[in-house]
């Protein structure tokens, strides 16, 4: 399995930004695709964005289209979510996802808070 642990989440105002970090560690031969997921208070956690771990291959949300981010860094073992024109309804737990040979791996998940 691999370990993930994610940072950079916090309280900011509508129009702001955040970029999110996280570092995975343990057998990151097995990768193959990382992910970022969000869940809202009282609903269920869903797919923000993801990237192939060798190829950069992308995919976003609907919602987060044109606004978010996501990059990889593998020299620093590093995913990244940038999120720009942050909304009200963006606020919710963040969690890293890493998609492995063998199964799936997550963080414990960044609060980001967007205020009106």
């Known amino acids: 399995q691999v370990q993930l642990v994610e940072s950079g989440g916090g309280l900011v105002q509508a129009g702001g930004s955040l970029t999110l970090s996280c570092v995975v560690s343990?057998?990151?031969?097995?990768?193959?695709?990382m992910g970022w997921y969000r869940q809202a208070p009282g609903k269920g956690r869903d797919r923000v964005a993801t990237?192939?771990?060798?190829?950069?291959?992308?995919y976003y949300a609907d919602s987060v289209k044109g606004r978010f981010t996501i990059s990889r860094d593998n020299t620093k073992n590093t995913v990244y979510l940038q999120m720009n024109s942050l909304k009200p309804e963006d606020t919710a737990i963040y969690y890293c996802?890493?998609?492995?040979?063998?199964?799936?791996?997550w963080g414990q998940g960044t609060q980001v808070t967007v205020s009106s």
């Open positions: 996802n890493a998609e492995r040979v063998g199964g799936t791996d």
């Open positions: 990237i192939t771990w060798s190829g950069g291959s992308s």
């Open positions: 343990g057998r990151t031969f097995s990768l193959y695709r």
